[in-house]
């Protein structure tokens, strides 16, 4: 799959029609706008360091917890205050890949960074974005390899 | 950490506080800019009543690997408002590199009235100071720029090359990894094509994060500069000095410090830096 689950898929054609970069910009920002913490009641502070993105200069951290129905919630932590596009895309990636099955998450490619913040993107900003997609995709492929091992047992 | 105007510095007039930004906001002589490395950080909230300068649409020739010219910068100028008298104060993320680096475009154009707020962007947002999404329209000006003059605080390539020949001394501001030749870029950063890694010969290794004090963001004293860069590393302000880094926007940083923080009475910023050198032909390089 491309560009991953459905609803990622027709997040990034809805970006795909915002050329303006000033709209983009604004567009994110709502985004980050809406972040919500990880809820105490899943993590608290100091976050777990197996929790955090390498490479990213935010300071974000990621944590999936499995639904019922198998399919993954991600929650997300981001430190610096500064770190705006980690907040944009925290929301983004809980939005589109939360109640997704993790073999569909697994196959989300870290391109899809630069699909959403196009020119909205910096130099530095870029790999640690990219950095936080490689984390949700570890983090999808290890509930794959319980959720096999489980089979297996079974 | 003593304050700005306790510091000694060689210019002290080129750095101002938080708090004189905050009493300045709208004075009608001084006009605050935000520059920053993440595109997105102006619009998410600054400093009320400053402008955005981007580095890279404002600052850069959208073609050729140079500055705008005079005709772009007397239309940026107009844009945000700033006549020849207009004082400009840069602020901005990463510990102001992007704020010394516009800060050097806007020398290189002659416009002394200039100023960096000391801390950056970080220190306004860490004094909880306000921030706004509100973006101020300032009228049009009629500013009329001299040519561009390189002369004075630019190094290009043949310059850097006769400054090897004559023994001169250079910084090298990037981390000990890109200075080794381990990486060809900054750590988290993507590589942007230098072939061969190293530093220029004889070039010493100050990275440009010595010239901060990291619990503040602020700059370091006249004193603990002068221990870094002069008693440790044996720079001489009265030697023409080159720093250079990958682009120029680490080294920009650096320069503000050799130049106006301890007066350094010839100092010079390679921009070209590390993604010219490691890719010309036939350049001596160390490792």
Known sequence: MRDGPERLREFLETMVMVSDETERASVLISYADRFKEVPPDIARRPFPEDHRVPFCESEAFVWAVPNPDGSLKFYFAVENPSGVSAKALAVILDKTLSGTRPEQVATVSPDIVEKIFRQNISMGKGMGLMSMVQAVQRLALRACARSSLFQDLA | ?287
């Open chain 2, 1 to 287: 950490m003593k304050p700005t105007e306790a510091r000694t510095y060689a210019d002290p007039e080129v750095l101002v506080a938080t708090s004189w930004v905050a009493t300045n906001l709208e004075n009608p002589k001084v006009r605050i800019i935000e520059s920053n490395e993440d595109t997105l950080l102006y619009s998410s909230g600054h400093i009320p009543a400053a402008v955005h300068v981007d580095w890279t649409s404002d600052l850069n020739d959208s073609v050729r690997r140079d500055y705008i010219r005079k005709a772009g910068f007397e239309s940026l100028m107009s844009r945000i408002g700033v006549t020849p008298d207009t004082t400009v104060v840069f602020y901005g993320d990463k510990n102001n590199w992007w704020a010394c680096y516009a800060f050097w475009v806007f020398q290189l154009f002659g416009h002394t009235r200039a100023k960096v707020m000391d801390g950056g962007r970080v220190k306004w947002e860490r004094e909880r100071r306000m921030l706004t999404r509100e973006v101020r329209q300032y009228p049009e000006t009629q500013y009329k720029a001299q040519e561009r003059n390189d002369s004075l605080n630019r190094a290009f390539r043949d310059e850097v090359l006769k400054h090897i020949d004559r023994k001169l001394p250079l910084v090298d501001v990037r981390s000990i990894d890109e200075y080794t030749g381990k990486r060809l870029h900054m750590p988290d950063y993507p590589n942007e094509g230098a072939l061969r890694g190293g530093h220029i010969p004889a070039a010493k290794h100050i990275p440009w994060s010595r010239a901060i004090n990291p619990e503040t963001g602020a700059f370091r004293s006249a004193d603990e500069l002068r221990q870094i860069y002069m008693d440790e590393n044996g720079l001489n302000p009265d030697e023409n000095t080159i720093a250079y880094c990958r682009i120029g926007e680490r080294s920009s940083h650096t320069w503000f410090v050799l130049k106006y923080l301890l007066g350094f009475k010839n100092v010079k910023n390679y921009d070209g830096s590390w993604t010219e050198w490691g890719n010309l032909v036939d350049v001596p390089i160390e490792k």
